[in-house]
């Protein structure tokens, strides 16, 4: 299997399953509510915040993956519009696999030459780096996300 093959691979398990942890996005989300997922809990981050700003980085990776500028500032990824229905949650949320899908398309149409270039900008490193680092990033608030989860139901809350 080609290396770029290998890096869609790992995107998608991390967002519908397979992966080496057992835990993804899809089956994780599955069963929270809009009530859930905007519940504060403690300082952290609610939930639908968590997916809100995964989502960020690979919607703006992916429009660079599709042949538009990079146009995103870390200062606008936790800005969450506001969350009132459980239609508005499962916008988000089905926002967030829909892209993931087409993000691990577009990873699969790059040239494997490519992965060692520079991303837009040598300031960010190169192709490989990104990618990763977007699977990186996902797997990580994943795991917040799972940790919140399990407080909301030890707590009752929501």
Do not use: C
Request: charged share 20%; proline share 2%; no cysteine.
């Amino acid at each position: 299997m080609m290396t770029i093959n290998q890096i869609a691979k790992h995107f998608r398990e991390v967002h519908f399953g397979g992966n080496w942890t057992s835990v993804n996005l899809r089956d994780t989300l599955s069963d929270v509510s809009w009530q859930q997922a905007t519940t504060n809990i403690y300082d952290l981050n609610t939930i639908a915040v968590l997916v809100f700003h995964m989502n960020y980085y690979v919607n703006a990776v992916l429009k660079v993956l599709e042949g538009e500028a990079l146009n995103s500032s870390d200062k606008l990824s936790f800005d969450l519009p506001p969350i009132h229905s459980e239609e508005d949650w499962q916008q988000l949320v089905s926002k967030a696999l829909t892209e993931a899908e087409l993000f691990a398309l577009q990873i699969e149409r790059l040239d494997e030459e490519r992965l060692f270039d520079d991303f837009i900008d040598p300031k960010y490193g190169n192709y490989y780096r990104n990618l990763h680092g977007i699977i990186e990033h996902t797997h990580y608030h994943l795991g917040q996300i799972s940790l919140i989860k399990k407080i909301l139901h030890i707590e009752k809350i929501a």
